[in-house]
T-cell receptor, first 114, second 117 residues
Framework: DVKVTQSSRYLVKRTGEKVFLECVQDMDHENMFWYRQDPGLGLRLIYFSYDVKMKEKGDIPEGYSVSREKKERFSLILESASTNQTSMYLC?????????????FGDGTRLSIL | AQKITQTQPGMFVQEKEAVTLDCTYDTSDQSYGLFWYKQPSSGEMIFLIYQGSYDEQNATEGRYSLNFQKARKSANLVISASQLGDSAMYFCAMREGLLLQGGKLIFGQGTELSVKP
């Protein structure tokens, strides 16, 4: 089974802090994604990566950056956390060239910015 | 612009009955894929079923089936014989093209399903 592991289930940080959310997958997938989930809005794509050191902006990249130094690890960085970044964050991975393959998700990180 | 719409924020169904969750989509692409995910209260996203735009038959996976009407741009999820464990949030998602842009998904707003005993 594909395993996508997010470093924390719950995280509380303060406004202005630099926050790191880590995601590791064990299936050698090329694609990795970061989403945020808010009630009534579904999941919105923040950033994605289809290869090591490659990154592409999603629909809501403002206030976030990402890092992919190794194929299995994709980090989301909140450069200076703000209260409007309180949300559920979900990481996902998928193979590059398999159209029918779903994205596999981690358990999510519920982040609160105080 | 590409869009997924789920018009039912919440639904109730009696245990053992069937339920249909609605999903409509908008795309100008000829090649796309449609996915349904389940999210229990614990938060993990569980893949349920996939339908490709060129698939002639409606997809089925156990108690889940997808009522795909391409001309109407709808991809409704049907759950037969509902169980208490089916209570969860359900998301419809679309991937455009086969592999373009790394296989990005666009998600709907979700439908919260509650199964009554």
């Amino acid at each position: 089974d594909v395993k996508v592991t997010q470093s924390s289930r719950y995280l509380v940080k303060r406004t202005g802090e630099k926050v790191f959310l880590e995601c590791v997958q064990d299936m050698d997938h090329e694609n990795m994604f970061w989403y945020r989930q808010d009630p009534g809005l579904g999941l919105r794509l923040i950033y994605f990566s289809y290869d090591v050191k490659m990154k592409e902006k999603g629909d809501i990249p403002e206030g976030y950056s990402v890092s992919r130094e190794k194929k299995e690890r994709f980090s989301l960085i909140l450069e200076s956390a703000s209260t409007n970044q309180t949300s559920m964050y979900l990481c996902a991975s998928s193979p590059l060239d398999r159209a029918k393959q779903p994205q596999h998700f981690g358990d999510g990180t519920r982040l609160s910015i105080l | 612009a590409q869009k997924i719409t789920q018009t039912q924020p919440g639904m109730f169904v009696q245990e053992k009955e069937a339920v249909t969750l609605d999903c409509t989509y908008d795309t100008s692409d000829q090649s796309y894929g449609l996915f349904w995910y389940k999210q229990p209260s614990s938060g993990e996203m569980i893949f349920l079923i996939y339908q490709g735009s060129y698939d002639e038959q409606n997809a089925t996976e156990g108690r889940y089936s997808l009522n795909f009407q391409k001309a109407r741009k709808s991809a409704n999820l049907v759950i037969s014989a509902s169980q208490l464990g089916d209570s969860a949030m359900y998301f419809c998602a679309m991937r455009e093209g086969l592999l373009l842009q790394g296989g990005k998904l666009i998600f709907g707003q979700g439908t919260e399903l509650s199964v009554k005993p």
